[in-house]
């Protein structure tokens, strides 16, 4: 939680953590500066101090509604640190900041670094300050013992906020099957009142504009996929597709609070009409694996135990899975779920490069569970996914209930 | 322009460029990649050849998409370097990496960065690999001549998705317009039917719902400030503000296409009702000084000319400005204007900083002119935007037009 930060910089031997970029889309300022925008800022958080907020002349309204300590790049005029660098960008820029690192006495501080930016200037400006600041250590992680571990466990209120998420998205999920049972079938396709096909761009455009009734985005795109497509868990769907009857729809969708805020993450699996034999046995053993799985979940295991777990049970029904053959595109070839917040993917992780110390479903944690099976020569994909919490009391519940059902009832023509 | 980047490369002499990230709302992957969904990815474009496109297994369809060279990051087991690293993730990606980078034959390159990612993981990833190939050479641009260079000048099919924004966003503006007038005034404030005040938030909303209609996303926010927060440039207006007659309204709309392509951007200024004596006097000064500058715009001259020129013409009418006080917060308070394309601000730079034989407005350049005059102790901002492309044979056109029109007529109670 965010209160643990400074005992996490103190056990990481780190002084100031300096988060760059707009606070819009950028999970790490976002966590500091809550709905404020703007486009362009820098916050340095030192130990045991509250952090400071560094915003443009023109945004000074909106870096005042964080309520953070603030200050104006204007203190540092530009001009002067371009004058005494000759008119060099790079090093005019890097002046400027080693003036305000000076100020905030972080001249002999190990720093790391985050915010979700582009990289090729910030890089620049760091290996000049690397130069400039001989005695300062920047440095940034593969796997960030410091922020992410304080957000891998959330308040209250931030629990409430996935679960508001977790109700626009189900919501949204219902007005899609209701959409399709609205269209009828002919050739075995779904058609539209003017009996032109229905398609997967269509379908998704609707998605789009119910989740932006409802004030969230899905910046990041949804997974609305159909047969062999929905078999390779990443592909988004082809916008030019139609809805043939009695094909695996894999339906992920998450979404985010507008700006860039915390994310629902959630999936069915559908057939429209009716479902093959060989379709619905998949579906079934999907559902019995993530039932049992969900059934076992224990406050403070560890993630991967799960995840092992799914592997057993599917192995025992004789698929393959990553942990059989880690790269296989066969079977269950995926991790069981991902912690997720203020990113889609947080800690805990569950796959095989989990950490045992750290990837434990401890009170707080926020993640998913979604055991999936694919076969693509098959043509058939089958992923279940929702999203679960683990309350302060110890207790784990999923943030928004939604039938699992498999087959959508559409008009026969 | 595209073609241009191996001469540009050659120039600056670098021999590659690296760029990291996911394909959705990441430009500079977006420009190789085009409307594929990659979660994340890494594209090596090598001076004289084509690029090639490393993809998780789960996304080899969208990779094929791309219809670049790929190869899976699994030709690289994740574990082997695991093993060999023990179990140390920083080293293990670290060495994985070097071994992509050795059979690019790029063991001894300088390798220019991109990409907007998480800062902290690939910053670590980078610093690694200079340790291992301390032959190799990392850099970043404060000020880049190469990639920000190509994508400054635009070919027919970009301005064509650029112009296409613009007819979005235009009606987009028009469905606002229209959507306040249906409402009626009393008490000098907007209410809807049911007698309620209509606010900022409900507006932007409504916005948010045009903009999904049409396949567009404003993931960069939108500005509908009213009153003094018209008045401060990036104050992007209060949800909760009420629609108050005779006050200047700033709507300044930069909304791209879906999953982060091309811009478009434009501003108007509004009053609801009525406006007063003062609002319409620096309205009509900013709307003589956008017509005179637009009315001389010739291809291929230094945008800055144009910036200064904007500063003398407010100068003359008794306005302070940038120019005669560069952290000036009344007055002129901004540059003239931007280019833009898959960012909302690219080159040209029309502001002090720009560069003389960069910014200039060479056919295929896209940029907007903006002039405003904000006095935020009086209430009043004003701002009209436009944005305009150098055509191939020298002429300047305007993206998208639409009426400058200040007086929003609304129904009397």
């Known amino acids: 939680m965010r209160k643990d930060l400074d005992h996490l910089m103190h056990t990481h031997n780190v002084d100031a953590l300096w988060i760059m970029g707009p606070t819009t889309h950028n999970p790490a300022m976002r966590y500091f500066c809550g709905e404020a925008s703007l486009t362009g800022a820098d916050l340095f958080k030192r130990r045991n101090q509250p952090p400071t907020l560094f915003y443009r002349s023109m945004e000074r309204d909106e870096a005042a509604k964080t309520g953070l300590i603030t200050r104006c790049y204007d203190d540092y005029p530009f001009r002067t640190y371009y004058e005494q660098a000759n008119g060099d960008i790079s090093q005019a820029t890097a002046l400027r900041f080693r003036k305000m690192l000076e100020d905030l006495h972080l001249e002999r501080s190990r720093i790391a670094l985050y915010g979700k930016i582009e990289f090729g200037p910030q890089f620049d400006l760091v290996k000049q300050l690397q130069t400039l600041m001989p005695e300062a250590e920047f440095l940034g992680f593969a796997d960030d013992p410091i922020l992410l571990m304080a957000m ?142 969900v059934q076992e979940l224990a406050p403070n295991r560890f993630f991967k135990f799960y995840h092992d777990r799914t592997c057993e049970l599917f192995e025992a029904m004789g698929h393959p899975t990553v942990r059989t053959n880690p790269t296989t595109q066969e079977g269950y070839v995926h991790s069981l779920g991902h912690g997720l917040g203020l990113h889609v993917h947080e800690y805990p992780v569950s796959g095989a490069y989990a950490n045992e110390s750290r990837d434990l479903l401890a009170p707080g944690t926020v993640f998913t569970i979604e055991p999936g099976l694919y076969y693509p020569q098959k043509g058939i994909g089958v992923r279940l996914e929702d999203t679960y919490a683990v309350l302060p009391d110890g207790q784990i519940t999923c943030l928004a209930e939604y039938p699992p059902d498999l087959v959508i009832p559409v008009r026969a023509s």
Chains 1, 2 share one sequence.
Not at 156 to 164: F, L, N, S, T, V
Not at 181 to 196: V, Y
């Open 152 to 293: 891998m466990t959330k308040d209250e209120d931030e629990i409430e906020r996935i679960r508001q998420m977790g109700r626009v998205t189900t919501q949204v999920v219902a007005q899609t099957a209701d959409f399709l049972s609205q269209h009828r079938a002919k050739g075995g396709i779904l058609i539209k009142s003017d009996g032109e096909p229905l398609t997967i761009g269509e379908v998704k455009r609707r998605i789009n504009l119910w989740l932006a009734e409802q004030g969230a985005e899905n910046s990041e795109g949804t997974i609305f996929a159909i047969g062999r497509d929905a078999a390779i868990p990443h592909s988004t769907g082809n916008p030019h597709d139609v809805l043939r009857l009695g094909e695996t729809i894999v339906f992920d969708i998450f979404p985010h609070e507008a700006g860039g805020g915390y994310f629902y993450d959630f999936t069915r699996t559908w057939c429209l009409g009716f479902a093959t034999d060989e379709a619905l046995g998949l579906y079934e053993q999907v559902l019995s694996v993530y039932r049992q799985v």
